[in-house]
């Protein structure tokens, strides 16, 4: 499952390199890779973070790890940091078939591991309110490495309501 797992990201962020024009995403500083995470292991610390909150867990969803994929990727090949790469969160959230609301996303650079990066978002007030919504239910993750930039890795987490 990891490796069909590992196969399917590369073909989707291979796939999506292609869908921006020069305007919108500028060439990569090198090539970019996907890397296959322990999602279920993802979900389960952002679901023990919620709890000590009063939060209810959150599950991994196929479609919002896609979702992450494309932005991680899309932040790689620029080799920076923006929720405007590949269309507006809103925009590319309206694509995925989920509407505004109780919807967010937190994107990092550079973090190592996950453990490093949720540190990361649980420092930054805006990125621990987007993981503390009450009515998230449902996760997608991703971290695409691009060595060649300023950061070498990106990460995207995305968040929607049950």
């Known amino acids: 499952m990891q490796t069909f797992r590992a196969a399917l990201l590369a073909c989707l962020v291979l796939g999506l390199s292609a869908c921006g024009t020069p305007a919108i995403l500028p060439e990569s ?10 999602e279920a292991a993802a979900a389960a610390a952002i679901s023990r973070y919620r709890a000590q909150h009063g939060l209810g867990p959150v599950t991994i969803d196929p479609g919002l790890v896609t979702a992450a994929a494309f ?7 620029a080799g920076q940091l923006s929720h405007d790469l ?3 969160f809103t925009s590319r959230m ?7 609301t109780h919807t967010a996303e937190n994107l990092s650079a550079g973090s190592e ?6 540190a990361r978002w649980k420092a930054s007030p805006q990125h621990n309110a987007n ?6 239910r449902r996760i997608g993750i991703a971290r695409v490495d691009a060595p060649g930039t300023r950061y070498r890795r990106f990460w995207a987490l995305v968040m929607a309501g049950g």
């Open 29 to 38: 500083a090198g090539p970019v890779t996907p890397v296959v995470l322990d």
């Open 86 to 88: 590949g269309g507006t």
């Open 113 to 118: 591991t996950f453990d490093q990066v949720l």
């Open 71 to 77: 932005q991680a990727g899309n932040n790689a090949r």
């Open 94 to 100: 309206a694509a995925a078939g989920l509407g505004r």
């Open 131 to 136: 993981m503390l919504i009450p009515q998230i």
